[in-house]
Nanobody, 121 residues
């Protein structure tokens, strides 16, 4: 069982930056691939980024590639999502996910409660 708690959301102007964090409980954090997803009002939840368990390889949705950077610190049971050059279309609730087997859009054994990101134009 893994519990995930996101933080770092807020209101920012277009072109600005935010850094989201996800803190995980449990002693087996490094056995989980981690991901970020988002859901905008009236839309389905979509994949944003993911990172592998040990070697830190990352994967990004085309819409955020070059602007967002995901990282993890296994010693601190934490993953981060650095979001730069934010656009109004990045406005959504951002969710952290953990998965012991899958990585990418289909992942998600465990989910956090989400954190709101609002980008004003």
């Amino acid at each position: 069982q893994v519990q995930l708690v996101e933080s770092g959301g807020g209101l920012v102007q277009a072109g600005g930056s935010l850094r989201l964090s996800c803190a995980a409980s449990g002693r087996t954090f490094d056995t989980y691939a981690m991901g970020w997803f988002r859901q905008a009002p009236g839309k389905e939840r979509e994949f944003v980024a993911a990172i592998t368990r040990y070697d830190g390889n990352t994967y990004y949705a085309d819409s955020v590639k070059g602007r967002f950077t995901m990282s993890r610190v296994n010693a601190k049971n934490t993953v981060n999502l650095q979001m730069n050059s934010l656009k109004p279309e990045d406005t959504a609730v951002y969710y952290c996910a953990a998965d012991s087997r899958r990585i990418g859009p289909g992942m998600g054994d465990y989910w956090g409660q989400g954190t709101q990101v609002t980008v004003s134009s």
